[in-house]
């Protein structure tokens, strides 16, 4: 029997739902059954789950048009991101096509990179936030890193300190100060180019270099990302600007946002859930600069929201209460768990859902003692840890 809580969150998404107003039908004839439910899963926040070749952005694209056609928000508060130029001018121009069919005005309709966002912003905010200081964006961050290696006693080649660009790069994506770098990369075992404190000297000096002596502050294209989070996070007017102005985040290729990245979607937001995203875990490409796919495999557990797609079966999860795990509750939910928002998986003409909840393997553990035929019989000295009962041993002689 579900929790009194549980029951009044699936009752108030029950009531959201019906209340959903009926759209033209221009916007979803086009589409499939998977599509068409992503398109028309109520507000709130939402996370598609699509492979390649799916239709994830005509879903994400069409699902913006129902927004607005169904008076949820109006398209000027609207913020669509992503994470390339090419792509963004997809979406524009598939917005500006859906507006014109459908006359709802979706064309309207930011949609931007993640950067070009936040220099616009930044532009609007930074005389309130900083004050008469001006700034100026780094076209590229090669001759700063050069001087700093300069300034830290280091004579570094041309492939040196790109390398060290790449790595501070990494590191501003990862939320990670020169004075955290070395630690940082000992304890994921990163790959660094140079010995890992000096790369740390060098991004120190790369960071101060960046004042210049006529009060100008030089940006690169992560302090854009920065200075924007800070400052919504630190002005509460900036906040409260900000937030009126756009109600309504969408972000495409969502499995390729980086810590910094999400940072900026978390100040975004604020305590606000009005947020779809479509990604595919198996197509993070810009892992090099930060990038994880964590952030989309965990939506459920940020935004209370889960489905989870498995060969083409859609299932439905809820987030476990505190103490409790699926192994305690004596296995996985089933379809008819309460839940409290939608996530909804795009099936894939290729076949390649993911799946992004599945029951954890058992864990093993090797024996401290046993025979050498054991040793190199892996099956025979290995055991089951945790709830799952074990499986049956040889009796010891």
Partial sequence: MPRRGAARRLSAITAKMDAMPVIADSLIADLDDEQREAVLAPRGPVCVLAGAGTGKTRTITHRIAQLVAAGHVAAGQVLAVTFTQRAAGEMRSRLRALGAASETGVGSVQAVTFHAAAHRQLRYFWPRVVGDTGWQLMDSKFAVVARGATRAGLQLSTDDVRDVAGEIEWAKASLISPEQYPEAVAAISRDVPLDAAKVATVYAAYESLKSRDDGVAMLDFDDLLLYTAAAIENDAAVADEFRNRYRC???????????????????????????????????????????????????????????????????????????????????????????????IPVRSRHSTNIPTRLPKPPRWRRRSSGSSNRARHPRRSRCYTGSTPSPRRTRRR
Avoid: H, K, M
């Fill in 249 to 343: 985040f969408v972000v495409d290729e969502y499995q390729d946002v980086t810590p910094l990245q999400q940072r900026v979607l978390s100040a975004w937001l604020g305590d606000r859930d009005d947020l779809t995203v479509v990604g595919d875990a198996n197509q993070t490409i810009y892992s090099f600069t930060g990038a994880t796919p964590r952030y989309l495999l965990d939506f459920s557990r940020r935004l209370w929201c889960a489905w989870n797609a498995t060969t083409g079966r859609r299932r439905r999860w809820s987030r476990w209460p505190t103490g409790s795990s699926p192994r305690r509750a004596g296995g996985w939910p089933a379809a008819s768990c309460t839940w409290s928002a939608n996530a």
